[in-house]
């Protein structure tokens, strides 16, 4: 399994921005697919995860209403549009999957056995 994930960089305040991340080696229909995201000397956060089967993202408070997590089986790719940023928002993020992620955990990023390698987005004020 690889995630490879894309997007991020430095956007203004209230600006917007989006990252995808391409699975192989994976169904995304048997996946939970999840993001995350860390800052400096901190663990990884949760920010939002679709389960397997598919339905409404699961979301963080701290994002829940600026950012909407997707997919697209097809492509084996998941979606995060992130907008209203904020400067709090700054932080490396990353796409995870698990394939036996229980919902109770589903914010837990030491359930995840499979991880992209990070972008980083910067929100300047």
């Known amino acids: 399994v690889q995630l490879q994930a894309s997007g991020g960089g430095l956007v203004q305040a209230g600006g917007s921005v989006g990252l995808s991340c391409v699975a192989s080696?994976?169904?995304?229909?048997?996946?939970?697919m999840a993001w995350f995201r860390q800052y400096p000397g901190k663990d990884r956060e949760f920010v939002s995860a679709?389960?397997?089967?598919?339905?409404?993202?699961r979301y963080a408070d701290s994002v829940q209403g600026r950012f909407t997590a997707s997919r697209d089986v097809a492509k084996n790719t998941v979606y995060l549009q992130m907008n209203n940023l904020k400067p709090e928002d700054t932080a490396v993020y990353f796409c995870?999957?698990?394939?036996?992620?229980?919902?109770?955990?589903?914010?837990?990023?030491?359930?995840?056995?499979?991880w992209g390698q990070g972008t980083q987005v910067t929100v300047s004020s």
């Open positions: 995870a999957a698990d394939r036996q992620v229980i919902v109770s955990q589903i914010r837990n990023w030491e359930q995840y056995d499979y």
């Open positions: 080696g994976l169904d995304m229909r048997r996946y939970t």
């Open positions: 679709i389960r397997y089967s598919g339905g409404t993202p």
